[in-house]
């Protein structure tokens, strides 16, 4: 049986020749070459296969055809960026030991908490085994490196120019207004209007008033509880001290079962996160940038000086 259903498909062959062929190029026809490269349409439907999978048997409207087309066109233009890569990369004779990949693999599962069974487990679930996982990620760490060749090693940022940027978007390091703030805590026999109003008409001063009366935290030091971010005062505290003016008083509040005044000693707005704090973050965002920049340099150059022919 087996040999007559053989014979069957090649006499198919001798009779419809053409046909045959036409079916080959359809599956292996080449899409693109790149210098002594090439990209086929298997090679494309491979990348695209978890998409394929999704969308057999179906009929795609126009505007799905249309996505569909944007979707094959970009994972082409990228296959045609790594194929002159993975170029680059012989080109330079990068090379990237099994000892390496252990390495990168056991940090990932640790990474992550599993054990390597676990890891192999995850990555199944996502159609993929730990030789394709693999060979996926010698695939990055050999661009890793090509870029840290290519492009890293031409990157510098200098301390001015980390002023300069710290400088230039200063309105993404400002922080709220800070208040030095002072309290009265009063005893019960004591009324908080009598005593503002007699801070209010010069007979004493806040800090005074803080000696004489209060029996709270800051009493032999004029009332000063110390610095505070405004957002983290209470409601009822900024409402007493909003709008007075330093060395004012504020309008009483109960706190802790207590009549009590506020002053602000001192207002500091327009404060900035010190520059020490947000200096690494600034070198990265700079080092990035110019990273891109080279690359995109580089690799436009790449493209200029290579020759790939789309065949479509």
Do not use: C
Request: aromatic residues 6%.
């Amino acid at each position: 049986m087996i040999r007559i259903l053989s014979l069957s498909v090649w006499a198919f062959m001798l009779l419809f020749p053409a046909y045959a062929l036409a079916e080959e190029v359809v599956i292996d026809r080449i899409l693109v070459k790149i210098n002594s490269s090439i990209i086929t349409q298997y090679d494309l439907d491979e990348e695209l296969k978890p998409i394929l999978a999704q969308i057999k048997g179906r009929t795609l409207s126009s505007t799905e055809q249309e996505q569909f087309n944007k979707l094959k066109k970009q994972t082409l233009d990228k296959m045609v960026n790594d194929t002159l890569l993975a170029q680059e990369i012989k080109k330079y004779e990068i090379v990237i030991s099994d000892e390496v990949l252990d390495q990168e693999v056991t940090k990932i599962q640790e990474e992550q908490g599993i054990s390597a069974d676990g890891f192999e487990a995850r990555i199944a679930e996502d159609g993929e085994t730990i030789e394709s996982f693999r060979s996926k990620l010698k695939g990055m760490i050999e661009k890793q490196e090509l870029l840290g060749y290519m492009v890293h090693s031409k990157v510098l940022v200098t301390d001015t120019e980390i002023q300069k940027e710290y400088e230039t978007r200063r309105e993404d390091y400002l922080l709220e207004k800070m208040v030095e703030l002072a309290i009265i805590l009063l005893p019960a026999e004591v009324a908080a209007l009598e005593v503002k109003k007699r801070i209010e008409d010069g007979e004493l001063t806040f800090a005074e008033a803080a000696t004489k009366y209060s029996v709270g935290p800051g009493k032999d030091k004029g009332g000063s509880i110390g610095d505070v971010d405004w957002g983290d005062l209470a409601d009822d505290w900024k409402q007493s001290i909003e709008g007075v003016a330093v060395g004012g008083v504020g309008q009483p509040i109960t706190v802790q079962g207590k009549e009590a005044l506020l002053s602000p000693v001192k207002v500091v707005e327009d404060r900035l996160v010190p520059l020490e704090e947000v200096k690494d973050s600034i070198f990265q965002r700079l080092m990035d940038a110019k990273r891109e920049k080279i690359f995109d340099e580089y690799f436009a150059n790449l493209k200029e000086n290579s020759v790939i022919v789309y065949m479509d």
